[in-house]
């Protein structure tokens, strides 16, 4: 399956896309990620109040779905940024991440810390009584295996382990020390998607591994879930990883054919009419694609570049009609052309 995975992942990274397709997919996986990841949690929004919560449109729904939807998308951009700078992982990102998806939602204290008791995983049904199914460690050895797990991710590029099982090993290895009080599985999962990205295997940032785990829950808590306490629970990983990486390729394929799709369809009904940008021309666009407006002094920042340069971008961006300008002289910004 990762041979399987490392093809695609050539027809995806060599697809011609034009900038608008591209950054439509990169958007459509932001939505899926967001939704599917705090969807497994319970959250109630369905994909299209996402779409709106990205698009920074209102909400009618309850307080706390809202946040919890908001919170993951801040913590998908924080680990694009600590990509882009080049942070190794570290135990105060991994606090931080869970800073950001519990935001608002735990009480003060809670939020970016290490829980201080013990932790059940309970499974609740319907007329029956609730029944523990995993205990995790005790609070004061939580510090200790979080420092293990960071120097084995480190330890793990020096010895060759495959990024993917890399990813599978850390979102599972979060599962079985639930280090916090509430918010692990999706700092588990943003965390594995931190752990691709930083490895080369970003696939243009197109794919969602967290919508396969929603489409079929009980078989992601079967495949995270098995052992009552930490020791069994990571005695033998094996049925976990063959989850993981099925689900990941299961996914990629779904990008591969989209993109391949894509990269064959005329604009316009015109070849010629396709337009192309560098790489700083298309981070721009992505910022504007999260964040919704840019100015010059964003750019600067982004692309680590002089004013006048991220002017020149920006102009060019302007003149082929893909931003609008909002705006004059200090306070002008731009927008994504509708």
């Known amino acids: ?5 490392a093809e695609a992942r050539s027809i995806i990274d060599r697809a011609k896309l034009l900038p608008k397709q591209e950054l439509k997919l990169r958007r459509q996986a932001l939505i899926r990620m967001s939704h599917a990841s705090t969807s497994i949690e319970g959250n109630a929004l369905n994909i299209r109040q996402v779409e709106d919560i990205v698009e920074r449109k209102k909400v ?11 919170n993951y998308l801040k913590a998908i951009r924080y680990i694009t940024q600590i990509v882009k700078k080049k942070k190794p992982l570290s135990e105060k990102v991994i ?17 970016g810390h290490y829980r201080r008791g013990l932790v059940h995983v309970v499974r609740r049904r319907l007329g ?3 029944e523990i199914i995993y205990t ?4 004061k ?6 420092a293990e797990l960071v120097a084995w991710v480190h330890k793990s590029a020096k010895i060759d382990v495959h990024p993917i099982i890399v ?18 599985g999706r700092t588990a ?4 998607t931190l752990i691709l990205y930083q490895r080369g295997y970003n696939f243009r940032r197109l794919f969602a591994l967290e919508d396969y785990y929603n489409k079929n829950r009980p078989a992601y808590y079967r495949a995270i879930n098995h052992g009552r306490n930490y020791e069994t629970k990571r005695s033998d990983i094996t049925k976990w990883l063959e989850y993981f990486v099925l689900g990941f390729k299961e996914e990629i394929d779904a990008v591969k054919i989209k993109v391949a799709s894509m990269s064959f369809l005329k604009a316009g009904g015109n070849f010629e009419s396709r337009i192309y940008l560098d790489k700083d021309k298309l981070m721009i666009l992505d910022f504007l694609n999260q964040v919704g407006k840019i100015t010059v002094s964003d750019v600067v920042d982004i692309l680590e570049v002089p004013k006048r340069t991220a002017q020149l971008h920006l102009q060019r961006l302007k003149k082929i009609k893909m931003i609008v300008q909002i705006g004059k002289g200090r306070s002008s910004a731009y927008l994504l052309k509708k």
């Open 189 to 192: 999962r943003a965390l594995a």
């Open 141 to 146: 050895d939580v510090p200790r295996l979080m």
């Open 167 to 184: 990813a599978g090993i850390v979102h599972q290895e979060i599962a079985a020390i639930h280090p916090f009080r509430d918010g692990n």
């Open 95 to 111: 606090l931080q991440i869970h800073k950001l998806v519990t935001d608002k939602t735990l009480p003060d204290g809670a939020s």
């Open 1 to 5: 399956m990762l041979t399987e995975i």
């Open 136 to 139: 995790g460690p005790e609070a």
């Open 128 to 130: 029956m009584p609730d």
């Open 60 to 70: 009618d729904a309850p307080a706390r779905d809202i946040y919890e939807v908001e």
